[in-house]
T-cell receptor, first 111, second 112 residues
Framework: EPEVTQTPSHQVTQMGQEVILRCVPISNHLYFYWYRQILGQKVEFLVSFYNNEISEKSEIFDDQFSVERPDGSNFTLKIRSTKLEDSAMYFCASGPSQPQHFGDGTRLSIL | GQQVMQIPQYQHVQEGEDFTTYCNSS?????IQWYKQRPGGHPVFLIQLVKSGEVKKQKRLTFQFGEAKKNSSLHITATQTTDVGTYFCAGPRGSTLGRLYFGRGTQLTVWP
């Protein structure tokens, strides 16, 4: 069964550095999402992407965040100037619209 | 704003006992989705309910969507140790294309 794949599985970064989290959505899906989950908390929406543009973003998705679909397969989340509170699991999801299928996540640890 | 509430937050059961988690939304949902997340894992899609009053079954799991499309439940009959994990409900507000609003989840522990 097709899967959403994410790399790296774990990223450790110094505060203030930039990170790029990568995702390969399921190939025939058209809607892409990023969510995050702080340890022990619920999954929170960051951004949705459709037709090569952001379709919706949450209040969490401020100017330090950006998304890109650089080619036909990858979907990236960039966090500029990371902060301690950015430490979380970041999940990419894709869908035909609904439901959404999640990748294994990237654990981001900011030191 | 949209809120999805889920109770209980934790549930500990003996293997063989039944388990139910309840989900309530502050607004009407176009559909509701249920996910299971094992410790250290990612949310795995279980099922989507779309119609008012819909009931779906997957082996020992029974999912219901309320008549007003604002509440839902997941019931597991005769739990097994493999059922351990956190069960989340999630729904988009309005359009079916939108962000998912997740409940806090119910963390299920099953004792052998």
């Amino acid at each position: 069964e097709p899967e959403v794949t994410q790399t790296p599985s774990h990223q450790v970064t110094q505060m203030g550095q930039e990170v790029i989290l990568r995702c390969v959505p399921i190939s025939n899906h058209l809607y892409f999402y990023w969510y995050r989950q702080i340890l022990g908390q619920k999954v929170e929406f960051l951004v949705s992407f459709y037709n090569n543009e952001i379709s919706e973003k949450s209040e969490i998705f401020d100017d330090q965040f950006s998304v890109e679909r650089p080619d036909g397969s990858n979907f990236t989340l960039k966090i500029r100037s990371t902060k301690l509170e950015d430490s979380a699991m970041y999940f990419c999801a894709s869908g035909p619209s609904q439901p959404q299928h999640f990748g294994d996540g990237t654990r981001l640890s900011i030191l | 704003g949209q809120q999805v509430m889920q109770i209980p937050q934790y549930q500990h059961v003996q293997e063989g006992e039944d388990f139910t988690t309840y989900c309530n939304s502050s607004t009407t949902l176009s559909n509701i989705q249920w996910y299971k997340q094992r410790p250290g894992g990612h949310p795995v899609f279980l099922i989507q309910l779309v119609k008012s009053g819909e009931v779906k079954k997957q082996k020992r799991l029974t999912f219901q969507f309320g008549e007003a499309k604002k509440n839902s439940s997941l019931h597991i009959t005769a739990t097994q140790t493999t059922d351990v994990g956190t069960y989340f409900c999630a729904g988009p507000r309005g359009s079916t294309l939108g962000r998912l609003y997740f409940g806090r989840g119910t963390q299920l522990t099953v004792w052998p």
